[in-house]
């Protein structure tokens, strides 16, 4: 008998096949070799923070040298590995911001564009008070570069109500021919009016929601003519009267 011929242990197609995995993993490693080579080149190290306003702002407060002196020392990696949510919390530190964002600019630099705060007030606990309800610590003196700001005593609570109807409260107080000093908000959610050169104005809870903004559109029409009939300064003004508002004067001036 002949005897039976045995089988090749691996096919002339498998060979190929394992050949070219050999290939390809040889020609991966030497690309990933030269790509991690490439990337840690010295010409895309960081050399330059931008710092931009968003757009329709203008920077008042955040300055370039605050955004290095708060990422100096602790940016780590250059243009392709520097971690971005890493960045942007290292320079959300910076005062007066709030909000920002990062991005590279090839081949050296990062893009930091930046929404500062806007200050409308000064809370009771020394912090300040932006437009849109947040607050925050600043410096207090920077912030009032342009005149006196008015001071707030209320729960954190109302910091978003208190930025809502502020501006227009002081409108109002304007028309008076007043500047508001300070606005005051009780736990029971009560609110008074302190101006720096007038009453102290009560104005009660803003039952049902808008009561406070007619009392208040109440006090300013009627206020030059109840000043001129008792020939005094109005001390106090309590507006919390369901049809009218009472006045405390400082005693009537002699003829």
């Known amino acids: 008998m002949k005897a039976r011929e045995s089988a090749p242990l691996l096919s002339t197609r498998a060979m190929q096949r394992a050949a070219a995995a050999m290939l390809l993993g040889a020609v991966t490693l030497f690309a990933a070799g030269a790509a991690g080579w490439f990337i840690q080149r010295p010409w895309f190290e960081l050399r330059q923070i931008e710092v931009r306003a968003a757009e329709g702002q203008a920077l008042r407060h955040v300055t370039a040298h605050m955004v290095r002196a ?8 250059n243009f392709f590995t520097l971690n971005l949510d890493e960045a942007r919390r290292l320079v959300e530190s910076v005062p007066w911001v709030a909000a920002v964002s990062v991005r590279r600019a090839w081949p050296d630099r990062l893009v930091v564009t930046f929404t500062e705060h806007r200050a409308i007030a000064i809370w009771d606990d020394g912090r300040l008070l932006s437009d849109a309800g947040v607050v925050f610590t600043a ?18 609570r109302f910091a978003a109500e208190v930025a809502r109807r502020l501006p227009q409260l002081a409108a109002q107080v304007a028309l008076m021919g007043l500047t508001l000093e300070a606005l005051e908000v009780s736990e029971r959610a009560s609110w008074t009016l302190r101006t720096a050169d007038g009453p102290r104005i009560e104005l009660g809870r803003d039952e049902p929601p808008g009561r406070i903004d007619e009392r208040l559109a109440l006090v ?16 106090r003004i309590d507006a919390r009267h369901p049809q009218g508002f009472a006045v405390a004067a400082a005693s009537r001036k002699k003829p």
Not at 70 to 77: E, F, I, K, N, Q
Not at 139 to 156: F, I, Q, S, T
Not at 220 to 235: E, I, K, N, P, R
């Open 139 to 156: 410096n207090v003196a920077e912030a009032e570069v342009d005149g006196d700001l008015p001071r707030v005593d209320a729960p954190l």
């Open 220 to 235: 300013a029409h009627h206020f030059s003519t109840v000043t001129a009939q008792l020939g005094a300064d109005l001390l």
């Open 70 to 77: 708060a990422t100096v020392g602790r940016l780590s990696g």
